[in-house]
C-alpha cells in the first residue's frame, strides 16, 4: 500500500487537490474531517463517485451526501459531553482542572448506493456492525 496526502488548506485549494486525485487514480481515499471537508462533503463525494473510488470521512453526513461509508464519533455525544463541561464551568470549576475527554461512541455509516454505483460489493459481515445502512 503506498500512502499520498493531497493538501487541502482553502476552498480554492480543491480544483487542484482533486485534479491531483483524478491523475494518480487511487484505489481509495481517506479524509480527515475539518470545517472545510465538511462544507464541501457533497463535492468530494461527487468526485468519488465519479472517479469510482471508495472514500471514507469520519462525519456521517459525508456518507448521507452520497460517501461510500463515514466512520467517526457520534457528534450528538460530543455536544452532550461538551455541554456537561460547560455547566461544570458554570458552577465554578477551572476549565484547567477539567479532564480530557476523548470520544466514546463511534458509528459506522454505509451507503450501499454509492457502493453499487461505484461497482464495490460489501460484504455481509461489514454491513452487519454498520450502525446504519442508507439504502
Not at 493538501?7 to 491523475?23: G, H, I, N, P
Not at 467517526?72 to 477551572?94: E, M, N
Not at 466514546?104 to 454498520?130: C, D, H, M
Request: proline share 5%; glycine share 4%; net charge positive.
Amino acid at each position: 500500500m503506498k500512502l499520498e496526502s493531497v493538501e487541502v488548506r482553502a476552498a480554492e485549494d480543491f480544483a487542484a487537490a482533486l485534479a491531483k486525485m483524478r491523475q494518480r487514480r487511487p484505489a481509495a481515499v481517506v479524509m480527515l474531517s475539518d470545517t472545510l471537508t465538511a462544507t464541501y462533503r457533497e463535492v468530494l463525494a461527487e468526485f468519488a463517485r465519479q472517479n469510482r473510488v471508495p472514500a471514507i470521512m469520519s462525519i456521517q453526513e459525508f456518507a448521507q451526501a452520497g460517501g461510500l461509508m463515514s466512520y467517526g464519533p457520534r457528534i450528538s455525544d460530543l455536544f452532550r459531553r461538551a455541554a456537561s463541561q460547560v455547566d461544570r464551568i458554570l458552577r465554578g470549576a477551572k476549565p484547567a482542572d477539567l479532564p480530557v475527554e476523548q470520544p466514546i461512541t463511534f458509528e459506522l455509516v454505509i451507503n450501499l448506493k454509492t457502493a453499487k454505483a461505484i461497482g464495490l460489493t460489501i460484504p455481509q459481515s461489514v454491513l452487519l456492525r454498520a450502525d446504519r445502512v442508507i439504502q
